[in-house]
């Protein structure tokens, strides 16, 4: 090892040797001459320069914003950076890094020549390598190579040895930089990439992480105690480093520009005389920042989501690497007044702290966007991380019980059948699906009506909707089949997260009777997103969290743009929200409702057009409620995310009920009155148009 350090320092003393001998030539020859001669190696070194180099793609951060585009939700970042122009950044910045790093920048041409005679003197002098030459366009060439995403570990260490191969490799990218691109142009990407310590990267960044300020408001004092940091970053900070050599610095720098004449020394006296004003300032990054704690799930879910999108890498590697480094502006569909409204509502169904949840989803027909997701948990990284609102990781989702006779419903109109379609149905229904155990009458499921008077007799599907009654949908689903069923509910968007749904699914969907009761797991997101398919009247939208990407041109990536497709017509889908009027205390076009389960949704918004249903599993264990207007859907499901056999209790569905309603109402204030379209009278009472009786 002693053998290569001094062979790395006899070809630096050889290097600056050389260098030398060119200096002299430059003292003998005329300045023009001497350039004509290097212009087209120059030039043609220029082509052969990395690609970052010529383009600088340096990390930047990430931010999301809210879906006013300014409302910051937090940022994504691994290097703290972000750059600005030249012209947004104070001259006395300019100045100061100019004084501090490289007085002659203006001067040379990529390499100072008499730095470089200086260092080869004191170097030979002392025997050793004490004095460098480095320019500020080779420290930035420095920067960018130690930098580059696209070199190795070892390639981006060699970028930075101290060796006479690597100074001279600087020497020639900087001369050839120099050739091609303006001072102006160096100086601004060498303050965009410079580290300045306290993990601030370029000069925004650390203008925001020391004095919480836009560079170009900075001042004399605190633009010469920034650059005096860049030799020592870390070391010299004021933030966990060391004050008293933060002022040694500032001193130096403000010294230096004095004698470049930038300043005058009465300037830089005053400016040393200043005391140390900083204002510590730590961008928020990742979810657990978020500058509010109610949006750090709606932030995990446009994580999530932004993880699942191939314009952003091949891998998920790369998707995440670019989220961290990419600089992209990310608007959001978060609705901040949206978000408050449902967050507030679901703290009246259960507080902070409880075991058991109440995760809302509010999702705009004809989007998809994602408008709130709120739950009665603080956002962190501890247990609390799972998806509550979206599902994913370890949540699977919970069983939202009747709600999921709306698929039962779609199938069979979509198959033929009109909302008039009637059947006297039974307080228990013995259905044709193999059963054994409880629930079984002679091998086969039997389920029962949960309140036989009110429920049982004949039934259509508007009343039968209205009344969520159990023993008419079992029938109806017979009449079309299961997996007719099944296959409506994935068509607009519910997911079979638990292995074992999507193996029934799968291998045994026409056999699954008890489908329609939502004995399959299910998310608020899903379900909301799934019921805003009806009142789109037909197209499904892909669940979206972004409303607009840019990249740090200002370029607008199409991941962005919502993705929808018709997969009901609209009759089908108009025919069901006709049905869905009636659980909620509305009435149809037709004047069929006669009874709901949740009757004050209506009242709650004031007597809008409103859409809906509640559902409730096996013994209470969740409960259940989605309404819909044109405009927007939202569901919410009471359970215990972490115990499926802790049963919230049917008590708990009109505190859910009012949770969504409320939310509905605050969403929708001032928003104009939107009417349903009422469905054709072939689909409502059969291809002859006949009413049956009422």
């Not at 220029?46 to 690609?51: C, E, G, K, N, V």
């Not at 605190?222 to 020592?232: F, H, K, P, R, T």
């Not at 709306?406 to 199938?411: P, R, S, V, W």
Request: hydrophobic fraction near 40%.
């Amino acid at each position: 090892m002693r053998v290569r350090s001094l062979l790395s320092k006899f070809l630096t003393l050889v290097l600056c040797g050389v260098l030398a001998g060119l200096a002299v030539a430059a003292a003998v020859f005329p300045a023009n001459a001497v350039f004509a001669l290097t212009a087209k190696s120059a030039s043609d070194a220029f082509l052969d320069l990395p690609s970052d180099l010529k383009t600088p793609p340096p990390a930047q951060r990430s931010y999301l914003y809210a879906n006013d585009g300014k409302t910051l939700i937090t940022s994504f970042y691994d290097v703290n950076r972000e750059d600005v122009p030249l012209d947004d950044v104070a001259p006395a910045m300019q100045q100061a890094i100019v004084a501090a790093e490289d007085a002659r920048f203006f001067e040379h041409g990529g390499v100072d020549l008499r730095s470089v005679i200086r260092a080869f003197v004191a170097n030979g002098t002392g025997g050793k390598v004490e004095q460098g030459a480095s320019t500020l366009t080779m420290q930035y060439v420095r920067n960018v190579l130690k930098t580059d995403p696209g070199l190795t570990p070892q390639q981006r260490e060699e970028a930075t040895a101290d060796t006479a191969g690597r100074k001279l490799q600087e020497m020639r990218y900087a001369v050839a930089l120099e050739q091609e691109l303006s001072k102006q142009e160096i100086l601004s990407r060498y303050l965009n990439i410079a580290y300045f310590g306290a993990g601030a990267y370029g000069i925004a960044a650390a203008s925001e992480r020391y004095f919480d300020k836009e560079p170009a408001k900075l001042t004399l004092a605190e633009s010469a105690l920034l650059a005096g940091l860049v030799q020592s970053p870390d070391g010299d900070s004021p933030i966990g480093g060391d004050k008293e050599r933060a002022l040694s610095r500032r001193a130096y720098v403000l010294d230096s520009m004095a004698r470049t004449g930038k300043i005058t020394p009465a300037q830089a006296a005053k400016a040393k005389a200043e005391p140390l004003r900083l204002k510590p300032t730590e961008l928020p990054s990742g979810c657990t920042a978020s500058s509010n704690n109610s949006w750090g799930f709606f932030c995990d879910y446009v994580k999530q989501w932004w993880m699942a999108q191939p314009e952003f890498g091949a891998t998920p590697q790369e998707r995440e690497r670019n989220l961290l480094q990419g600089g992209y502006s990310v608007v959001t569909s978060l609705d901040p007044d949206i978000q408050k409204s449902a967050q507030s509502n679901v703290l009246e169904v259960y507080g902070y702290g409880n075991d058991r949840a109440a995760p809302m989803a509010v999702v705009q027909p004809g989007t998809g966007r994602v408008l709130a997701m709120a739950v009665n948990r603080h956002y962190s990284l501890d247990d609390t991380t799972n998806q509550l609102v979206a599902g994913g990781g370890a949540i699977d989702g919970y069983q939202a019980g009747s709600t999921f006779k709306l698929f039962t419903m779609l199938a069979a109109l979509e198959s033929g059948r009109s909302l008039d379609t009637g059947f006297d149905a039974p307080a228990r229904f013995v259905s044709q699906y193999p059963a054994s155990g409880e629930g079984s009458c002679d091998g086969k499921w039997c389920p029962s009506n949960a309140n036989p008077s009110w429920m049982d007799g004949h039934r259509t599907m508007w009343t039968g909707f209205g009344r969520s009654v159990n023993t008419y949908f079992v029938w109806l689903e017979q009449q079309v089949g299961a997996d007719k069923v099944v296959e409506m509910a994935q068509r607009l968007g519910i997911t079979f997260r638990a292995d074992s749904d999507a193996n029934f699914a799968k291998e045994n969907a026409a056999g699954w009777g008890s489908f329609t009761l939502g004995v399959a797991a299910t998310t608020p997101l899903d379900l909301a997103n799934a019921y805003a398919t009806v009142a789109a009247e037909g197209v499904h939208c892909q669940p979206t969290p972004v409303l607009s990407i840019t990249d740090p041109s200002g370029k607008k990536v199409a991941a962005g743009d919502p993705k929808c497709e018709r997969v009901l017509s609209e009759d089908v889908a108009r025919a069901a929200t006709d049905a869905a009027r009636c659980p909620v205390g509305d009435q149809s076009a037709y004047g069929r409702c006669d009874g709901g389960t949740a009757e004050q949704v209506s009242q709650i918004l004031g007597g809008r057009p409103v859409a809906g249903k509640t559902g409730t599993s096996e013994d209470a264990s969740t409960e259940s409620f989605v309404g819909f207007t044109p405009q927007l859907a939202v569901a919410s499901i009471a359970a215990n995310p972490d115990d499926p056999r802790d049963h919230v209790g049917s008590a708990i569905q009109r505190d859910v009920i009012v949770a969504v309603a409320r939310t509905m109402a605050s969403a929708l204030s001032g928003q104009p009155r939107e009417d349903f379209s009422p469905p054709g009278t072939g689909i409502a009472f059969g291809p002859d148009g006949r009413r049956g009786p009422e």
